[in-house]
């Protein structure tokens, strides 16, 4: 009877320890029920909030979107009215020249006239009539990509010739010709082309072709302008630029030191030294001798100049900036003092790709021959006289 009573009371408390036991365990799936649903609760408000957070996302890149786009509106405007103001002014400026404010005796106008003639005569003597001066820039045409970034592009002056010549890059002795324009348009790359390895490798971009011959500065350990004949495939002349302490002559072109150019009048250089090195200075050369017959300095100022041309016994700086933007011819000196940097319109050139690597002049066709960023551009030029009587 005892052993029984024993036995019901261990069963009673076996009963009453599982008993707490399950309490116990309820009473943590309902904490953890609890949890759960505050972590529902809050993983919901967050997604809720996340949503809300995406969709103002979404409406603010929406708003950026059509503020950009209005802004780029905005900015093609601007720029548009800008190269119509620019084409405008140089309209007015080609079409209405400045007014006198008194009236002038017509025998002082015939003085004045004879006596810069005069002054033209004891400064420099002309080898031609020419009297030409930029109006402005007719016609653009781009012709292909071919080579780097930089380079010169021009055409023998002789007109029996009609040839076309590529230096592609800053540095070689190989150059490329082309029977016509023609012919280098419709070629793919250079394959249309035949190649001549020049005596010694050109440098910069101021190489021209002036009736049949080639001639491009050389430098090892001097600074050389070398004449090579196209049609015999020889060196004809070379002789060392007789200047001191040369330095880059364009601030945006660093590589040309000195630039040959080609007009009316015959064969210049274009350089700077250190002992003017704020400005470009002009020289005018013997296409025969190489000798300098007279030199120049100019008020055109390096910085900033990207290249330059030579028409009629004028020098044309074109101008940029380092971020490449919209090329001007800024700066004009006339070895004749006929025309000046006042007097000469403002001509922009048309927009483009970078900025001019070189610029060649073609007396016969009145073309410029440039190279942009890889483009070979011809600009037409429009021309008037520097002295209207």
Known sequence: ????????????????????????????LLAIEDRISLWHEQTTRYASELRELKQQMVSQLENLDKEKEALRMNIDSVGTRVDRVERELDYLETQNGAQPCVDVDDKLIEQQVTGVKEKQKSKYSQLSDCSDMISSIKAMKILKRVGGQKGTWTKDTNRASGKVYIFNGTEDDIIHAFASVQDFTRSSGMSLSSTLKLPSAWRGTGHVVYNNYVYYMSQADELKVVKHDLQNNSLTDSAVFPVQDHVPVYGLTPETVIDLAVDEEGLWAIYATQQNERYISLAKMDTSSLDIEQMWDTNCPRENAEAAF??????????????????????????NDMVTSEDAPLVYFPKRYGSHSSLKYNPHEKLLYAWDDGYQILYKLTMKKKLEI
Do not use: W
């Open 1 to 28: 009877m005892r052993g029984l009573v024993v036995l019901v009371t261990l069963a009673c408390f076996a009963t009453a320890q599982h008993q707490a036991l399950i309490d116990y365990l309820e009473r943590r």
């Open 310 to 335: 030579v028409i009629c016994g004028t020098l044309y700086v074109v101008y940029n900036t380092k971020q490449p933007g919209r090329s001007r011819v800024q700066c004009v000196f006339d070895v």
